[in-house]
């Protein structure tokens, strides 16, 4: 990956397996219609509300903007931030873990929007089905979890797909490529 940019959404997809990321591409849009099972599409429909505008029409709230943290070179969207609040909000489908990529994406679209000139005091996920808000404590506020999201990109960066190879056979068992990649472990790989 060495210095392109990162998408803000490849910081999930590379904690879940690294290969992931060279699929996305590889399928472009086509993986929506082919290998998105049904949470996934979900998710995205839920983003989709936001970016047409559905969720509010207020004027202190942005919406699905791009942004860009030259200092990560990380780029993306954010999902919502009230400028009133100063707050930062990113809306999935339903959160029943709060993994570490959800933190990452999150840290990425506040430094990009800190980057871009905003205020953001506070960071929340928000669980839309069951109605939660999750506060996210900002990166000073904890350096470990800070630490890890640098280390990330760090492993980003640095990472060579030709010496990849998942041990994770849960991974892969969950995985929409599993079909078509091959560093998936033999084992399961034998079995497409
Ligand atoms: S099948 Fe396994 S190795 Fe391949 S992208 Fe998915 S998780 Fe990664």
Request: aromatic fraction near 14%.
């Amino acid at each position: 990956m060495d210095d392109d940019a990162i998408l803000i959404t490849q910081l999930n997809d590379f904690i879940f397996c690294p290969a992931s990321i060279y699929f996305h591409q590889l399928y472009g849009g086509m993986d929506n219609m082919l290998f998105q099972d049904k949470s996934q599409i979900d998710g995205k429909n839920a983003h989709k509300a936001v970016e047409n505008g559905v969720y509010s029409s207020r004027k202190n709230i942005l919406q699905g903007i791009s942004v860009y943290s030259e200092k990560y070179n990380l780029m993306g969207k954010i999902d919502l931030y009230d400028g009133d609040k100063a707050e930062l909000i990113e809306r999935k489908k339903k959160i029943k873990t709060i993994y570490d990529g959800y933190v990452f994406q999150i840290y990425a679209q506040f430094f990009a929007l800190i980057d871009m000139g905003y205020k953001v005091d506070k960071l929340f996920l928000y669980s839309m089905d069951d109605n939660k808000k999750y506060e996210i404590p900002l990166p000073c506020d904890n350096l470990p979890m800070f630490h890890k999201f640098e280390q990330t990109i760090m492993d980003m960066r640095n990472f060579k797909l030709d010496n990849f190879v998942q041990t994770n056979i849960q991974k892969c068992e969950h995985c929409i490529y599993a079909p078509a990649c091959d560093r998936v472990q033999n084992d399961i790989g034998q079995r497409y």
